[in-house]
C-alpha cells in the first residue's frame, strides 16, 4: 500500500482483469465467513439469555458464565485438562529439546530423515495414533487406561513441535559461539548452560507453549487413551450428547481465549528472542556471581 | 633460548584424503606478533584452530608455553581467540561479554569489575558497558572481541582476520591501534591474513602459507627481499623475474639472460640455471647507472603510469620487461619520467637488492628449508 498503486490499476491486462479481481476479493470474503463465522456464532450464544440457543438474539448476559464456574463435574473436568497439560507440556519439551541436538548437530547423513521420523506424528491421523496407543498399552502393555496413558498419548503428538521448533532454532545456531565460551575458559556443561540455552530459549518456551494449546485441545487421542476422568474437550463432547447448551458455549469460548493467548505468547516468545535470552541468560549469570 | 610461546612440530591435519596442514614446523617467540600470511585455503585458519584447541591434531605435536597440549580440551589451554566473525553472545551487554571469561575462570566480582573496566578502556570503549552486542558498529564490536580476549591475560592471542569485515579507512586505524595494543599488553599476538601490505606492516614476523605448508617464515624484510621462491615473491608485492643461467668468475658472479644481456648477481648465487627476482623499487630507470657495479640492461620505454605516489615505468629488455616503481614530486620529477615513454634507457639495480628463487614444485622447497 506504500505507493497506494495497484500495478493491476495501471496495467489492464485484459478487460476482464477488473471484474475477475471483484469476483476473487468476494471470494475471499466467502471462504473467510466460512472459517469463522461459526465460531463468532459460538461465541456471540455464550452470552444470550434463551436456554436453546438461536436466532433471534436475546442479551447479553453472564448468566452462562457463572453456570459453568458452579458446575462442579466441568471445573474437574477443567482441572484434568490443566495437569495434563502441565506434565505432557513439560516432559515432551525436555525429551523434544534432548532429542533436536542430536537431529541437528551429530551431523549423520540420515539426520533429514531422522527428522522426518520424528515429525511423522504430525502428520498421522489423530484417530490412527489413538488406536495404535490403545491396542499398545492394552494388548502389548496389559496396563488399564489412565491418566499416564493420556499423558503418554498426548507426548506423542506435542513433541514433535518441540523438536521441530528446537532443531529449526539449533540450526541457525552459530557453532562459533560455543567455541568462544570454550576458549574463554567454559567447560561443555557451562558454555551450554550459559550460551546455548539461553539463546535457544525462546524456541523451547514457544514449542512449550504451543505443546499446552495442543494438549487441552486435543479430544481424539485423548478419548481412546484416558481413563476413567474426563478432560475439557471430552467433557464437552458428552454434553452435546444432550443437545449444545449455552453454557457449553461459554466453556468453548473461554478454551477459545485461552488457546489464543498461548498461541499469541508463543508469537511474542519468537518475536522477543534477544530479550528472552537475555532474561535466561542473566538469572544464570547472576547465580554464578553471587 | 628461551621457551617459544607456541611450538608446531611436524603438525598434520588431515580431513579424510585432504591434507589441509601437511607437517608443518614452527616456533613463536614470547612478544611476538606473529603473522600466518596466505592465500584462501592454504590452512591459516586451520592452524589457528588447532592453536586454541577446537579441532584435534591428526599428528604431530603442539607446546604452548613448553608444554605439549596436543589432548588438552581449548578451554583449558592459555591462549585466548578474536574470531573472524567476532561471535559476541548477542544475548550479553559489552560489560557481561568481556566479564565472560573471568567469570568462568572464577575470578572475584571486585576483581572482575576492575577488570572489565581496564580491558574496555584498553580498546576505548569505556563509554559502552551497558549496550547489546547489536547495537554496536562492526569496528565496535571488533574491540569488544578484542577486550574480552585480552581480558583472561593469555599467554597467546590469536586473531583470525580480525580486520577482514572492516572497510579500508577503518582497516588502517585498527592496523594502528592493534599494535599498539600490542605493544602495551607485550602478549604473544598470532595473527592470520591474506593481507599481505598488513602482515609485512605489522608482524615482527611471518609464516607464509601455501596448501598446508610453511613455504617461508622470517621478517617480514626477509620475506620481501629473499623470498624462497617465485610463489613467496609473487604472493608478497610486484617482482621482476629474469630467467638465466648464473656463473662463476673467480670473486665476481653474474647472470647470463635470455637475449645475450648479462648483469651481476648477488654474491650467493649457486652456478646454474636460476631465476633473478628484483623488486620494481629497487631499480632506476635513466640515460646510464650514475656509478659503477649496478647490474644494468638497456631498453625502450613501453609504458609509463601515474599511480598516486608513484610513477610506474616498463622498459622492455631483450631479457624481459623490466618494471621500475620510482617516487615523484609534484613538477619537476614527474614531467621527467612522462618524456621517457619510447626513449632508448638503461634500467639498474643494485646487486645486492636482486636475489635469486627457486621456481621448482614445492616438494624442493621444502628440502632447502630442512
Ligand atoms: N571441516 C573441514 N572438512 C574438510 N575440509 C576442511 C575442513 N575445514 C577446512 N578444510 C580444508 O582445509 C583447507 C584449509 O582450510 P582453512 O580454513 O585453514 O583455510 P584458510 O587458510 O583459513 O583460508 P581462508 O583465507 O579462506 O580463510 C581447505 O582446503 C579447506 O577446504
Ligand atoms: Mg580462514
Known amino acids: ?290 | 633460548m628461551s621457551v617459544p610461546a607456541i611450538e608446531l612440530v611436524d603438525a598434520t591435519k588431515r580431513y579424510g584424503t585432504s591434507m589441509a596442514l601437511d607437517r608443518v614446523s614452527l616456533r613463536i617467540e614470547r612478544g611476538e606478533f606473529f603473522c600466518l600470511l596466505g592465500p584462501s585455503g592454504c590452512g591459516k585458519t586451520t592452524t589457528l584452530n588447532l592453536i586454541g584447541g577446537f579441532i584435534p591434531l591428526t599428528s604431530g605435536e603442539l607446546r604452548i608455553e613448553g608444554q605439549r597440549v596436543n589432548d588438552m580440551p581449548p578451554h583449558k589451554r592459555n591462549v585466548n581467540t578474536v574470531f573472524q566473525n567476532y561471535a559476541l553472545f548477542p544475548h550479553m551487554t559489552v560489560e557481561e561479554n568481556v566479564a565472560f571469561g573471568l567469570r568462568m575462570a572464577r575470578l572475584g566480582s571486585g576483581e572482575t569489575a576492575t577488570r572489565v573496566d581496564e580491558y574496555l578502556a584498553l580498546v576505548g570503549l569505556e563509554a559502552f558497558h551497558d549496550r547489546l552486542p547489536a547495537q554496536l558498529s562492526g569496528g565496535q564490536q571488533q574491540r569488544v572481541a578484542l577486550a574480552r580476549a585480552l581480558a583472561r591475560r593469555p599467554a597467546v592471542l590469536l586473531l583470525d582476520e580480525p580486520l577482514g569485515a572492516l572497510d579500508l579507512k577503518l582497516r588502517k586505524q585498527m592496523q594502528v591501534e592493534l599494535a599498539r595494543i600490542h605493544r602495551q599488553v607485550g602478549t604473544t599476538f598470532v595473527f592470520v591474513t591474506h593481507d599481505q601490505e598488513e602482515a609485512l606492516s605489522m608482524a615482527t614476523r611471518i609464516a607464509v602459507m601455501s596448501a598446508g605448508r610453511v613455504v617461508q617464515s622470517g621478517t617480514p624484510r626477509d620475506i620481501y627481499y629473499h623470498p624462497v621462491d617465485r610463489f613467496v615473491a609473487d604472493f608478497i608485492g610486484e617482482s621482476n623475474f629474469l630467467e638465466g643461467v648464473a656463473v662463476r668468475d673467480g670473486a665476481r658472479s653474474y647472470v647470463r639472460l635470455g637475449g645475450g644481456s648479462t648483469v651481476d648477481a648477488p654474491a650467493d648465487a649457486p652456478p646454474g640455471s636460476v631465476t633473478l627476482m628484483v623488486r620494481p623499487e629497487s631499480v632506476s630507470v635513466g640515460p646510464a647507472p650514475a656509478t659503477n657495479g649496478e647490474a644494468s640492461l638497456s631498453g625502450r620505454v613501453i609504458h609509463v603510469a601515474f599511480i598516486g605516489n608513484h610513477t610506474r615505468v616498463t622498459v622492455r629488455t631483450p631479457a624481459g620487461d623490466i618494471v621500475a616503481l620510482r617516487p615523484h614530486s609534484e613538477g619537476s620529477a614527474s614531467s621527467a619520467l612522462d618524456e621517457l615513454l619510447d626513449q632508448e634507457v638503461c634500467a639498474w639495480w643494485s646487486p645486492r637488492d636482486s636475489t635469486i628463487v627457486a621456481h621448482g614444485s614445492t616438494e624442493k622447497i621444502d628440502e632447502r628449508l630442512v
Do not use: C
Open chain 1, 1 to 290: 500500500m506504500a505507493e497506494g498503486i495497484d500495478p493491476l490499476e495501471l496495467m489492464p491486462v485484459s478487460r476482464m482483469a477488473r471484474p475477475l479481481r471483484a469476483l476473487l476479493r468476494g471470494w475471499a470474503g466467502v471462504v473467510l465467513g466460512f472459517l469463522y463465522l461459526p465460531i463468532a456464532f459460538m461465541v456471540l450464544f455464550s452470552f444470550g439469555e434463551s436456554r436453546t440457543p438461536g436466532l433471534p438474539f436475546r442479551g447479553p448476559t453472564l448468566h452462562w458464565y457463572q453456570e459453568m464456574l458452579s458446575n462442579g463435574v466441568l471445573m474437574e473436568a477443567v482441572w484434568t485438562s490443566i495437569q495434563l497439560a502441565a506434565v505432557a507440556t513439560t516432559l515432551s519439551t525436555l525429551i523434544g529439546t534432548m532429542a533436536a541436538f542430536p537431529l541437528v548437530r551429530s551431523g549423520f547423513r540420515s539426520a533429514g530423515a531422522a527428522r522426518i521420523v520424528f515429525t511423522l506424528p504430525i502428520m498421522l491421523p489423530g484417530a490412527l495414533i489413538g488406536i495404535a496407543l490403545l491396542i499398545f498399552f492394552r494388548r502389548a502393555l496389559g496396563v488399564d487406561l489412565s491418566f499416564w496413558t493420556v499423558v503418554m498419548g498426548h507426548i506423542v503428538f506435542t513433541m514433535p513441535f518441540v523438536v521441530l521448533i528446537v532443531s529449526a532454532r539449533l540450526q541457525g545456531f552459530d557453532r562459533n559461539l560455543e567455541w568462544a565460551a570454550a576458549d574463554l575458559g567454559a567447560s561443555p556443561a557451562r558454555a551450554m548452560r550459559h550460551v546455548v540455552l539461553p539463546l535457544i530459549a525462546p524456541a523451547i518456551v514457544a514449542g512449550a507453549l504451543i505443546s499446552v494449546t495442543l494438549s487441552i485441545d486435543e479430544f481424539v487421542i485423548t478419548f481412546f487413551t484416558v481413563g476413567p476422568q474426563s478432560t475439557l474437550p471430552t467433557y464437552i463432547y458428552t454434553q452435546i450428547k444432550f443437545g449444545v447448551t449455552p453454557e457449553v458455549n461459554a466453556v468453548a469460548t473461554v478454551l477459545l481465549l485461552g488457546t489464543v493467548l498461548l498461541l499469541g505468547l508463543a508469537w511474542a516468545a519468537a518475536g522477543q528472542a534477544r530479550r528472552l535470552s537475555r532474561i535466561f541468560g542473566r538469572r544464570r549469570a547472576r547465580e554464578r556471581i553471587g
